[in-house]
């Protein structure tokens, strides 16, 4: 899987957009980009993945650049509940979906 | 269904001894994946299941770790003769080949003394 790069912390306002960038220029045609956050204690959960296009759900939007060598997460409304580490993690999906390859994230820290 | 369930939550034991986890994947759920995560460091793939077949090891998985997943359902994880390095927050996955995201239980605390 190819690597992904992203900010070590990052702090947002509540009620603000967090806008969590990452990395991954060795992107391969076949991979996805993936999005998982793990709260305090818990265990990783999924937010949202994209191959090129576009993607939004109740939870983010995903952005990728148009030669998909980078991405954004974003948190249109982030909470004190999204406080987390942010795992942004490229994947070929299919029979290799699920070994995921984890990085050390974001840690987005919002503030009231 | 109530999700990925994981026991025991939490263990402490003294190095040397063997110790057993056992995670309770969604049901329906074909693919089961065990992780390791330490502290400040993201979660590490250590195996996966597709039903009762374990189809990838790492090699972060010595010969003191065993993994089984009899009948497809359940899986244990078992570390012999523990050890300190292996003290660690041991995750499992589950997910489906229709579904495009893996389901992670809470995970058991090791602490080995």
């Known amino acids: 899987d190819a690597k992904t790069t992203q900010p070590t912390s990052m702090d947002c306002a509540e009620g603000r957009a967090a806008n969590l960038p990452c990395n991954h220029s060795?992107?391969?045609?076949?991979?996805?980009v993936y999005w998982y956050r793990q709260i305090h204690s818990q265990g990783p959960q999924y937010i949202i993945h994209?191959?090129?296009n576009n993607e939004t759900n109740e939870m983010a939007s995903l952005i990728i650049t148009e030669d998909r060598k980078s991405s954004t997460l974003i948190l249109p409304h982030a909470t004190l509940r999204d406080t987390a580490v942010y795992y942004c993690i490229v994947n070929a999906g299919g029979t290799s979906y699920g070994k995921l390859t984890f990085g050390q994230g974001t840690i987005l820290t919002v503030h009231p | 269904d109530t999700g990925v369930s994981q026991d025991p939550r939490h263990k402490i034991t003294k190095r040397g001894q063997n110790v057993t986890f056992r995670c309770d994947p969604i049901?329906?759920?074909?693919?089961l994946y065990w992780y390791r995560q330490t502290l400040g460091q993201g979660p590490e793939f250590l195996t996966y299941?597709?039903?009762?077949?374990?189809?990838?090891k790492s090699r972060l998985l010595s010969d003191r770790f065993s993994a089984e997943r009899p009948k497809g359902s359940f899986s244990t994880l078992e570390i012999q003769r523990t050890e300190q390095g292996d003290s660690a927050m041991y995750l499992c996955?589950?997910?489906?080949?229709?579904?495009?995201?893996?389901?992670f239980g809470q995970g058991t605390r090791l602490t080995v003394v």
């Open positions: 049901s329906e759920h074909n693919r």
């Open positions: 994209g191959l090129k």
């Open positions: 299941f597709q039903n009762e077949a374990q189809l990838e």
């Open positions: 060795t992107i391969s045609g076949n991979e996805y």
């Open positions: 996955a589950s997910s489906s080949r229709d579904y495009t995201e893996a389901f």
